[in-house]
Each structure stands twice: as structure tokens, then as C-alpha cells.
């Protein structure tokens, strides 16, 4: 290996079943901290997952660099796809030598997962709801615990996303008004009846807590196509109700989603782009979990159909919502004539999603015509995973 300034580039395991899981809670959390030991060493961040250093280095160099490194990160040869050096236009593959490097740091390695395993423990604390007894949505649910337990009725379990789990993530303020979105069935009558009495009361209205996250005709399975697999956390654990809301990584993962999905109505019949809640949900979520736009793609992309979806959050960052409407959403507009004008020969890798959804709306006699106008979709495009109106 010549003596040159070095390029390092490294691709990380982020796919739901990788091991990197093992030590990190969220991935963003292990680029972190590749960044800051690269950065300690002399290899400032450029872009993307790749560093470079500011002086010359060699072999010995090299070498002594990825041994420090795998040293403070033993996990790291476990949970790369790729780490490799270049000089001067020749590339050198790192994950051999590192993979021999984390081996002898193997009890080091045995520790971080023994921490992250205590510290997840530590996380599994519930909270207690009369600390928040006087934000009205917290105090309609502890008279709703009230109010069930004099009728005798137990038992009821939400797992809550939306802006209801943001709020419990200390992501939004807990003073504010919005639905408490849940997946699973539907509440017993006598709840929902008894929910609504105190909707009124609190200024919540009807339905304040209601599933209507999951989009008309779409079921449990259907979501968890769209969505991967969600993972909740308890939170609050009442006489009455047990309360779990999604965790952070896929409360993002969804906002991205409903994002997508209202992407797709432009100029379909429901072209009202009113998505702005999400977007400051994104933005927020974004710096809760240090993920930038490009890991929003690596990590997440599989799961969105339109190629707008990213560049509008940038987009967003830049200047709003004006700015979502004025640059990208024209080009979703003709992106989406092109998909419905070539239903059969367009492919998206949510596909079998999107073609359960179209039969149900009862469009999928349009493949190949052209002439027929796009029709009304049954369902408004804030009806959709992730999306939340207040």
C-alpha cells in the first residue's frame, strides 16, 4: 500500500435483523461513533459513510488506525458489509484484517453487548401518567381509567403510534391536542361510548382514540407489509389499560410512509398536499436519532415507492412546505400520470400492497387505458400509516 492520503469507506448491516442491534438501539447511534473516532484520528467525514485523512499513510499506519478502531468499536467487523481504503484510485479491502482485529477484542466486544443490554432494561421503566394529570389528553386517559374501573371493564391494551407516542417520547409537547392513533381491533361499544364522553369534556371530540391508522380495506398484515415489522415499548400500565407506543426508528419509518402514500394521490383525485405536521415530525425524529437524509434512504428506501419522497423532507428543510409544493411536487404529479398510464409495466417495491389497494378501490380496469380519467380514491389521503391530522 503506497504512502498516500487515505479514503475510507464502510458499509454498515441496517437491515432490521442485523446484529448491529445487539449494541445500538438505533443505527445512527454506531455512525456516531465511527465518526468520532475517525474524526479523533485525523480523518475528517467528507461524505456519506467515507473519511479521509488529513496526512499521508501507510501500511503501518493503516493498520494501526483500523487496530484502534477496533479496539473502541469491537463489534464492528460483526456488523460491516464492506470497510475498505484507497490510494490514489486503488482500492484496498479492510474487512479481512479488521474481522481479525475485532477477534482479539472479542471479551471487549462480550461487554458493549452486556451495556446495551442494561441499558435497555433500564429504558423498560414505565412512566407514570399523573405526572402529566394536567395536559388535557393525559388527563382524559386517567379519567378513562377512572371511569372503566367503576364499571368494572379491564383489559384493554393500545399499541399507540402517531402523535400520541411522540408525545411520550418528550418529541413534541405533551400540552398539545391530537388523536391517540392505535393498530389493533376495534374498542369494545361500552369504551368507545365512555371515550367520547370524555372527549367532549377535554375538547378532544369524538374518536380521540381510534384505529384509523390502517387505510380503508387494508389490514393488520397489510400495514406490516408496507411497514416491516413495528416494535413497541411499554409506556404507561393503568388499572384498566396498558399503554405501548412505537418505538422512535419506527415512528420515523412510518412518517416517511404517510409521507410516500399521500405522495401518490397527487393529481389522483386528492391533490390537497396537507402533510406539513409530518414533515416537522420527520425533522424532529431526524435529529432525536442523528440520521441524516442519506441513511433515511439506505435505511428505510425499500419501503417507498415514489423517488420524491426524500428529496421532499430536503427539500422541506430548505424552505417548508411552500417548498414541497412549488419543486417537487409537480414532479410527482407527472411521475404519477406516468405510473397510472403503464399500470401493468411499472414496478415498485410495494407492489403487491399497492395492487391489493387499487382492486379495492375497484380501479384496476384502467390498466392499459389511458383515456379514462383517474377516479376518486375511497379514502382521503390522510387516511394513511403514520399520518396524523393534529
Not at 501507510?58 to 477496533?70: H, I, P, Q
Not at 398539545?176 to 361510548?193: F, M
Request: hydrophobic share 35%; proline share 3%.
Amino acid at each position: 500500500m503506497a504512502a498516500t492520503r487515505k479514503q475510507f469507506v464502510f458499509d454498515l448491516k441496517t437491515d432490521k435483523d442485523s446484529p448491529l442491534y445487539n449494541y445500538y438501539k438505533t443505527f445512527p447511534e454506531a455512525y456516531r461513533d465511527i465518526r468520532r473516532y475517525m474524526e479523533a484520528h485525523g480523518c475528517p467525514h467528507r461524505q456519506g459513510s467515507s473519511y479521509v485523512s488529513n496526512n499521508v499513510m501507510n501500511t503501518k499506519d493503516v493498520t494501526k488506525l483500523m487496530d484502534g478502531l477496533c479496539k473502541s468499536l469491537p463489534w464492528l467487523a460483526e456488523c460491516s458489509n464492506a470497510f475498505d481504503v484507497a490510494d490514489i484510485g486503488k482500492q484496498h479491502g479492510l474487512l479481512g484484517d479488521i474481522q481479525e482485529m475485532c477477534n482479539v477484542y472479542s471479551e471487549e466486544k462480550e461487554k458493549w453487548q452486556e451495556n446495551f443490554k442494561g441499558s435497555v432494561m433500564e429504558e423498560k421503566q414505565l412512566l407514570d401518567i399523573n405526572d402529566y394529570k394536567d395536559a388535557p389528553l393525559f388527563g382524559a386517559l386517567i379519567e378513562l381509567n377512572e371511569r372503566l374501573k367503576e364499571e368494572g371493564i379491564s383489559g384493554i391494551e393500545l399499541n399507540v403510534v402517531g402523535g400520541f407516542a411522540m408525545m411520550t417520547h418528550d418529541l413534541r409537547s405533551k400540552d398539545g391536542i391530537t388523536d391517540v392513533d392505535y393498530i389493533g381491533p376495534d374498542l369494545p361499544k361500552r369504551v368507545s361510548e365512555i371515550a367520547d364522553e370524555i372527549g367532549f369534556k377535554y375538547n378532544l371530540g369524538r374518536h380521540w382514540i381510534n384505529n384509523d391508522v390502517l387505510m380503508a380495506g387494508a389490514t393488520l398484515e397489510d400495514l406490516e407489509f408496507t411497514t416491516g415489522k413495528l416494535h413497541f415499548q411499554e409506556a404507561f400500565e393503568l388499572e384498566t389499560m396498558k399503554i405501548n407506543i412505537l418505538d422512535t426508528q419506527d415512528l420515523l419509518k412510518m412518517k416517511l410512509i404517510a409521507i410516500d402514500t399521500s405522495l401518490s394521490a397527487v393529481e389522483l383525485g386528492d391533490g390537497d398536499f396537507t402533510r406539513a405536521k409530518d414533515f416537522k415530525d420527520i425533522e424532529v425524529l431526524k435529529g432525536a436519532l442523528g440520521a441524516d437524509n442519506r441513511i433515511l434512504k439506505a435505511q428505510f428506501g425499500e419501503y417507498l415507492m415514489s423517488d420524491f419522497t426524500i428529496p421532499a423532507v430536503k427539500a422541506y428543510e430548505m424552505g417548508g412546505i411552500e417548498k414541497v409544493r412549488t419543486d417537487i411536487l409537480p414532479k410527482v404529479a407527472a411521475q404519477n400520470r406516468d405510473f397510472y398510464l403503464n399500470l401493468g409495466n411499472t414496478s415498485y417495491k410495494r407492489d403487491d400492497f399497492i395492487e391489493g389497494i387499487l382492486k379495492r378501490a375497484g380501479i384496476d380496469d384502467r390498466k392499459g387505458d389511458p383515456n379514462k380519467a383517474p377516479p376518486k380514491r375511497n379514502e382521503k389521503a390522510d387516511n394513511i400509516p403514520g399520518g396524523d391530522d393534529r
